[in-house]
């Protein structure tokens, strides 16, 4: 396995694919090193395009997903198969913008206008049906007429977070108005109400009233309060919000949170699910998923902000844990710690997990091909996870690499297509960095934004080198411009 490069070829990576994705790709050799063979077909942008079109697309767009009368009130439970689940109809607000998310993710990749246009509905039942009026924040779960569920009076802030992630998605790809309001409400609700800042933190939730505190699951602060509020929505949007003053704003938020990650929850350079639960291995959230998305989405921020302080905090460590996730021996990922130098699997594996995994490791990457071998295994063992009859992903698979549970729900209160679709996303875009090919991705603005508005490859850099207007589609019964932006140089910087 390659992890470690000389000084002098790290630095000439880090140079040439920090600014051209050009000169990015797979690991150049010393004379002195001899090469390994690296089977790269996983990494191939076609791939996971492939992947998100006939693995994931077909169980998000078959009716049974889509909700009665197809307007945004999109099925929550689903069993292995895709057939709705009867016994619960319910549905929660973050699992419905989660759908949104990933239509409009999906539009963001293909340019299939169908998807936008269910990206469209699920952002405006969200908007007018999820929020709550009287008090504010997002109702618990509602029901399949979209009235409030009374007995499920709770509203945590990690809710909060993502019942914006959907709109929030909308918006990036399309500058709407509604969409955008709901972001920038749930951002002041969030520093209104839920952060106490005198313990720089967020709180865990409230009562209905948002009156009455209460602490979640796990003793003490919650890890996900705050990092779910940079991860869901505010990273996405920050670079293209309207108003100037509200991108400094929200970038400066990034940081507010960033800090305070590292100040409650980071220690021994893992970041642990809640303050009560710091070096208790097994208690929930003390995994790798949560530990390197933390990773992920600070080092963006520090990136973005340009602040070498936060980077420098915790930039070197990051290697570490993700070496420690990887098990050689199986060529996968591990999901949880048992110590601080010993992966392990107890579980199996779940796919949100490999999802962050896979996802930081690209990521870091795209800066110096040091994980091109690492990501070509743990790529191709991703699709034991794919159901190729059913379609989707299942939840988990063992150390074997068979699915775990292939009875179990395939959409529940907790899973959706949200990992799945960011996650074939990343790969996509680490996939045109290695091939060194131009990334193309699909927007929809209004005629007068054609020209002027900012388009950015997801969360991270690129230059921009072509823009093509092709010509008006109709969405939500508004005429929008379908615009594809054509990217070089993708950076993490």
């Known amino acids: 396995m390659i992890t470690k490069m000389t000084s002098k070829m790290y630095l000439l990576f880090l140079i040439l694919s920090l600014f051209s994705c050009v000169n990015s790709g797979e690991n150049t050799k010393t004379a002195e090193e001899p090469a390994i063979s690296i089977d790269s077909s996983y990494l191939l942008s076609s791939v996971w395009y492939t992947h998100l079109t006939d693995d994931l697309l077909p169980f998000w767009t078959h009716t049974n997903a889509l909700g009665p009368g197809n307007v945004g ?104 108005k509604n969409a955008q309001d709901i972001v920038l409400k749930t951002r002041d609700l969030i520093f209104s109400t839920f952060w106490d800042e005198t313990n720089d933190r967020v709180i865990d939730g409230f009562d209905v009233t948002l009156s009455t505190e209460y602490d979640a699951i796990h003793p003490g602060y919650d890890l996900v309060s705050i ?58 959230h003390n995994d790798f998923g949560h530990t390197l998305k933390s990773y992920w989405m600070i080092l963006r921020t520090a990136s973005r902000a340009g602040n070498e302080t936060l980077n420098n905090q915790i930039k070197d460590n990051v290697h570490e844990i993700i070496d420690l996730a990887y098990i050689d021996t199986q060529k996968r990922w591990a999901n949880t710690f048992t110590s601080l130098t010993q992966p392990a699997s107890q579980w199996g594996n779940s796919w949100w997990i490999w999802s962050e995994e896979d996802q930081i490791t690209a990521t870091l990457n795209m800066a ?126």
């Open 368 to 493: 110096d091909g040091r994980y091109t071998e690492i990501l070509s295994n743990t790529a191709k063992h991703w699709f034991n996870f794919v159901d190729k009859t059913n379609k989707e992903v299942y939840s988990d698979i063992g150390t074997n690499g068979t699915p775990s549970n292939t009875s179990g729900w395939k959409t529940s209160e907790w899973k959706n297509g949200f990992h799945s679709v960011e996650h074939a996303l990343i790969m996509y875009i680490h996939g045109c960095h290695y091939e060194k090919k131009t990334l193309s991705l699909y927007f929809a603005v209004p005629q007068t934004d054609v020209n002027t508005f900012i388009a950015k490859p997801y969360i991270f850099e690129g230059t921009e080198v072509s823009r093509t207007d092709l010509g008006v589609i109709t969405i939500g019964g508004t005429e929008l411009h379908k615009v594809r932006v054509d990217f070089e140089g993708i950076s993490i910087r």
């Open 227 to 284: 990092l779910d509020q940079v991860n869901a929505y505010m990273t996405l949007v920050q670079p293209v919000l309207t108003e100037e003053q509200r991108k400094t704003q929200f970038l400066n938020d990034l940081g507010v949170f960033s800090d305070a990650m590292i100040k409650h929850f980071y220690k021994d350079k893992i970041f642990w699910g809640s303050v009560g639960d710091i070096n208790r291995f097994t208690r929930g």
């Open 73 to 176: 009130n999109f099925t929550q439970n689903r069993d292995s198969t895709g057939a709705i689940v009867s016994s619960n109809t319910n549905r929660r607000p973050r699992m419905l913008s989660r759908q949104t998310f990933l239509y409009a993710i999906s539009y963001l990749m293909t340019g299939d206008e169908k998807l936008l246009e269910l990206a469209h509905k699920g952002s405006e039942y969200i908007i007018n049906n999820a929020w709550d009026s009287q008090y504010g924040g997002y109702h618990a779960e509602l029901d399949i007429n979209g009235n409030p569920i009374s007995t499920n009076t709770k509203k945590t802030a990690q809710d909060i977070s993502y019942g914006a992630q959907g709109p929030a998605a909308y918006y990036f790809i399309s500058r709407n």
